[in-house]
Every structure is written in C-alpha cells, then in structure tokens.
C-alpha cells in the first residue's frame, strides 16, 4: 500500500480551498500544499484575520484555524510544490470556452493542460494525479497523454475525484458526504485516495468506478440537479396562472418518496459557476456523438432558467406601469445563493442588466458581495459602458439605504437576515405604491400584505 505523505492542490479556489482544507484538518500526519498563481488570492488564503479569506463559507474559519501552518499551507511556488508531492490535485476553473471551436459551450481546458504540462516538466518521481476539477468526460486520456509524453519517464497515475461540495454549505458537505467518488485504474493509486478519505468518511460512502464514469457523474448529477430547479420554475409560471401555488406543489409531490422534496425550491433562476458551465458541456459533448435528441433534452434547462430569469424582469417593468425608466429598484442580494459571496452567474446579474436596458436605477445591498464585483459582473456583460453601469447602479452596505425612497424592492438572493428587517419601517420609507417583487420565495406575504406592500413572488 502506498501511504501518502504529501498533497499539492493546484488552485486555491471555491473548491480547492475548503477541500484541501478538511482534508487537512482530518490528515494531521499529511502535508497538505494548496497552491495558485493569484498572488492576491494566496495572501488572503494566509492572512491572519480569518474574515479575509478568499471565499466565504460557514465554518471555513474554524478549519483553516485548526490546520493552517500545522500541515496546511498556501503558496504560489507551484513547482516545489508539485516537486514534493506523491498526490496532485488538479482543481482549477474549466469555464466555458469563449472562443473557437466549441465556444459558449464545451469546457476550456488550457488550465488543466498548463497544469498537466507543469506536472511533467517538474516530477522527477512517480506521482498520482487527481482530477478534481469538473472535467469532459474522457479527459484523463488526454492528461495521461500529455504527461507521458512530456515528463521525465517517471509513473503517473490518474485518478478522477469530482466534488460535488455545494457553495453555502462546503463544510458541512466536506465533513459529511452524501458521497466521495473515485474513478481510476490503479488499485494501489485508488486505495491511497480512498484511504485519506477514509480518515472520516465511512468506507460505504466511498464509491470507486472507472474513469469515465467518475468523469461523467459529475456532468450528470449537475444536470439532474439543475433540472429539477427548472422543472419546478416551470411549473412556477404554471402557477401564475392558475391559482396553484408552487410552494403547495412542491411539498405535494416531494412527498412522494419516488421524487424527494429536495430541490424544489422556485426561484428566480439558478445561477454558479457550476449548473449552466456542466450542462452546456454534457450538450456539447452529447452533439459530438451526433445525439441530437439528448443534447436539446438537456439544453432544455437552461433555455427555461434563462426565459426564467428573463420573466422576472419583465414582470418587474409591467406590474409598475410598463415603465421603469428613473425609478429606483432596490435589490436584496446579489450572490447566487445565501451563505456564499459568489456572484458567478447570478441570476441577480441578468435580471439588473434587463432593468438596466430600460433605464432603472438600481441600488444593491448584498451582506457578503463587494461593489468592486457587482460593476466587475455588470461590465463583464459588455452591454454598456463601465460609467454608465456606475451611473445607473449604486451599491449600498446597508439595507434600509438601499431601500430607503425606492419604488420597489426586489429580492434576488435568499439571505436569511432579509426576513429579519422591520419592513413597516421600510414601508414607510418607500414610494407608492410600494412593489417587493420577491424572487426568493423568502417573505411573508400575508405580513407584507398587511403592511400595504404590492408584494408578487413567483410562482403564486
Ligand atoms: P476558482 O476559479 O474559484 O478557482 C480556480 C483557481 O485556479 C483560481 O484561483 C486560479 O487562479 C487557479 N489556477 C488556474 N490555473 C492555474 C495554474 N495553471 N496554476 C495554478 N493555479 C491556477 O474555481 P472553483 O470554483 O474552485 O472550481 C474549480 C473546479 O472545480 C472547476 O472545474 C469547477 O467546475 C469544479 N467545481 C466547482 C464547484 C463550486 O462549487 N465552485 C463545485 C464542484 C466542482
Ligand atoms: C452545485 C451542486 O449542488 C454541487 O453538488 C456541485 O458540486 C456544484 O454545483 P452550487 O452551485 O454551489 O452547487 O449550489 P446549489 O445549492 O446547487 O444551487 C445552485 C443554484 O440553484 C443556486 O442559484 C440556487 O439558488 C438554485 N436553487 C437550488 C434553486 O433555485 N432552487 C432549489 O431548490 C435549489
């Protein structure tokens, strides 16, 4: 059996952060180097006020408290590290392509190829290589041959173990997996991974496959995932019209064991960096096997999270007199989802960019995101200049001043303190008639109601 003494993670992000660090905290005997060319990133990673890390977690700090500079370290010296390591993790962004052959929909692998190239050029013993990035699947053919026949004539072993940690909630996941796969043909490179696992997650809940099949379960349970969420919004609209509710929907049929209640939630559309990014590639990869009816099966969820995001919007303009030109639209939340300060696809992002087109001023509050990310979203678009998104959009650090004089409100993230606002003061602070158009699902519609809002939330 080969024991690991050593871990190298290449990228310190969402995923590689968290991940290496409970791997960490429930290795203390493993050195565990999580490395990144982002200087920037790097230093907060290694700063000593815990509320400066790179990403927001719950309990994140606690982690990286117990292990940072026992056996867990950050560094941007990417070659001693990957010299020192038995294991690397590959975990660094597979965005969708936005250029060439493929663009707007297969996954850009010129990270993953740099990584493997670096791995080759450095190693001078044999290493295992593990996927952990999100990955096409059959990748590990390409890596295998790059690292053959770039290296130094040393042994690499590949292995695929995707991450199926959700943003928000990373630690608890990491601590207590649903489950932990690992893809691979080597029964020695396979026991050494399931073995750091093992270290607290219970042997049952360690899945191994084969390659391809731990590369494709990843695409596929994001599709699933993702398409439930567009299920239900469909179902939303349904709604709308015709006195059903969706919430009372969704706890109809979640109660049916066969389909479960998770996942069911309406909303303004899905967003991360993860459900469109996945399922754009299981389309892309299931056209170039010319299966042209899974790939427009699939493509199906994001064209309705789209029309969702889209509706949200157009709702917003027509209930206020088909007109929003001037008026201040005060959003709540501008992450993709509550506990996170993610904003990558946001819903938030596309609904603002509509309101935008048509003129409103929009002021933000979101607890966790910065100014500095919500123009970097806005002007990323390209749809209009950077001192016209400055001009229209003001970003607030309080609440009830985003609020304050606003025509309507609108709640884009489920954060949970928005349900915790005196809103009679807020009434009385807003014009009239006063519109909360709820994207969330998150405040209490009869309490609003009885408070004099104009209170729509989708799906009733
Ligand atoms: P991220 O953008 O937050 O982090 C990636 C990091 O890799 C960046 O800091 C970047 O600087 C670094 N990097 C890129 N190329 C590098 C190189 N050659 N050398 C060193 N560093 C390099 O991305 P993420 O959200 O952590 O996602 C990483 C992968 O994990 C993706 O494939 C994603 O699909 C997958 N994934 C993400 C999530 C999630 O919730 N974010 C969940 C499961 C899987
Ligand atoms: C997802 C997967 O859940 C995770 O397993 C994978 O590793 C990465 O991608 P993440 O994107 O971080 O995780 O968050 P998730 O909780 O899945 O939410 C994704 C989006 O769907 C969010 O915008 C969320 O608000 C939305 N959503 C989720 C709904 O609108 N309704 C729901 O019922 C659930």
């Known amino acids: 059996m080969k024991t690991i003494k050593k871990i190298t993670c290449i990228g310190a992000g969402y995923v590689g952060g968290p991940t290496m660090s409970v791997i960490a905290q429930k290795n203390p ?79 850009d692998l010129k990270f993953i190829e740099l990584c493997a190239r670096q791995i080759a050029a450095v190693a001078k013993d044999d290493k295992i290589v593990v996927e952990k990035s999100t990955l096409p699947v059959r990748t590990a053919e390409a890596l295998k041959s790059i690292l053959d026949n770039t290296g130094n004539g040393v042994n690499f072993h590949i292995l695929s173990n995707p991450e199926f940690l959700a943003e928000g909630t990373a630690v608890t996941d990491l601590h207590n997996p649903d489950r932990v796969l690992i893809g691979g043909e080597d029964e020695t490179a396979i026991e050494a991974l399931v073995n750091i696992y093992a270290a607290w997650v219970p042997r049952e809940r360690i899945l191994t496959t084969n390659l391809w099949s731990s590369e494709l379960s990843k695409l596929v349970a994001n599709a699933f995932l993702a398409q439930r969420v567009s299920s239900i919004n469909a179902i939303s609209e349904l709604c709308e019209m015709t006195g059903a509710n969706v919430d009372e929907v969704a706890r109809a049929i979640g109660q049916d064991s066969r389909i479960g209640p998770k996942f069911l939630k309406a909303s303004v559309g899905f967003g991360g960096s993860c459900f469109q990014k996945d399922i754009l590639n299981l389309v892309y990869i299931a056209r170039s096997y010319n299966l042209t009816a899974v790939a427009d099966y699939w493509e199906q969820v994001i064209i309705l999270n789209d029309h969702q995001k889209t509706r949200f919007a157009e709702k917003i303009i027509q209930t206020m007199y088909n007109t929003v030109n001037g008026k201040h639209i005060a959003f709540l939340g501008w992450a993709f989802k509550k506990d996170t300060n993610d904003t990558r696809e946001s819903a938030a992002i596309y609904v603002a960019d509509h309101l935008l087109d048509e003129e409103a001023n929009i002021v933000v509050y979101d607890p966790k995101v910065s100014a500095e990310q919500i123009y970097k979203d806005l002007d990323y678009l390209g749809t209009r200049t950077p001192e016209e998104n400055r001009r229209l959009v003001k970003v607030v650090d309080n609440p009830y001043g985003a609020l304050d004089g606003a025509h309507a409100a609108a709640v884009l993230t489920e954060w949970d303190e928005f349900k915790t606002y005196d809103w009679a003061k807020i009434k009385k602070g807003m014009k009239k008639p006063s519109f909360v158009f709820d994207g969330r699902k998150l405040l209490d519609r009869k309490e609003l109601n009885r408070l004099g809002f104009a209170y729509y939330a989708i799906g009733e």
């Open 29 to 107: 005997d493993v050195q565990v180097t999580v490395v990144d060319l982002n200087q920037a990133r790097i230093d907060a990673w290694n700063d000593s006020d815990l509320n400066n890390l790179p990403v927001y977690e719950p309990g994140l700090d606690a982690v990286i408290a117990e292990a940072r500079g026992r056996n867990l370290f950050f560094s941007t010296d990417v070659e001693r590290a990957i010299d020192e390591a038995d294991m690397i993790f590959i975990s660094v962004n597979t965005p969708t392509k936005t250029y060439g052959k493929g663009k707007g929909q297969a996954a």
